[in-house]
């Protein structure tokens, strides 16, 4: 099995990831699918640091850095989940559209 | 050959994701995604970081995501329309069995040991030596994180 990596191929799947990532956040007004495209965005992060480091000849470097990023990326996950029950519960509703009231 | 598959249908997740209606559909297409990341990272040499992205990406994210969905969304009257979607579920179903056995194989065929147990080897280091401060801040965002979520369930006076 041939397991040579073509690092453009690569690079452009990281780039392709990490852009429907920020499209999802961008265009989508339920709260759980801009959490999903955030988590996108990590991943195609972590995907970064992994190549990075095979590239460069230092896989342990980007192995950590990695898993540092997949810790916090579940840290922030959940904060954001809890966050949006939260929201569920004050407004009743998980739609960007049909939360506008700030109050304290 | 593998790595070029596997890409691929890590862009496939990734836009289920995005167009999937079903909240739980997307969530699924994102456990998917980091099935798939986690092999690729094997392949690439990165057996800790599969591990992780496997445990926490594929398994606790995801758990977290349906409970959450399973508490906020309103449960469903009456049933959907499943009579012109059952064919295609099963297709969707053979080819994504057929591709993971495709996928079994062909990691059995070469598995790339060398690379992997160097990699294993030069992490305890990097992570206890080089990036200890890295290691400490986690341990403090984790610490945070609990309080935090801790503060955002807290009920007042029996409210």
Known sequence: ?104 | MLIYVLLALMALSAILVIFCRDLLYAVISLGTLSVFTSILFYILGSPFASIMELSIGAGLITILFMATISLVEQPRVGHAKYSGRSSISFFALAAVVATTIWVALSLAEGVPGPAAAASAAALPEVLWGIRLLDVMGLSVVIFTASIGIGVLFRTEGGK
Do not use: D
């Open chain 1, 1 to 104: 099995m041939n397991l040579a990596v073509n690092w453009v191929w690569m690079l452009t799947a990281i780039v392709v990831i990490a852009g429907l990532g920020i499209f999802c956040i961008v265009t989508r007004r339920n709260m759980f699918r801009m959490l999903m495209g955030f988590t996108m965005l990590t991943k195609a992060v972590t995907l970064a640091f992994v190549t990075g480091g095979t590239l460069w000849g230092q896989p342990g470097l980007g192995q950590t850095l990695a898993i540092i990023v997949i810790v916090i990326e579940a840290a922030v996950t959940a904060v954001g989940l809890s966050m949006i029950v939260n929201i569920y519960r004050h407004y009743g509703a998980v739609n960007t559209n049909q939360i506008k009231r700030l109050r304290g």
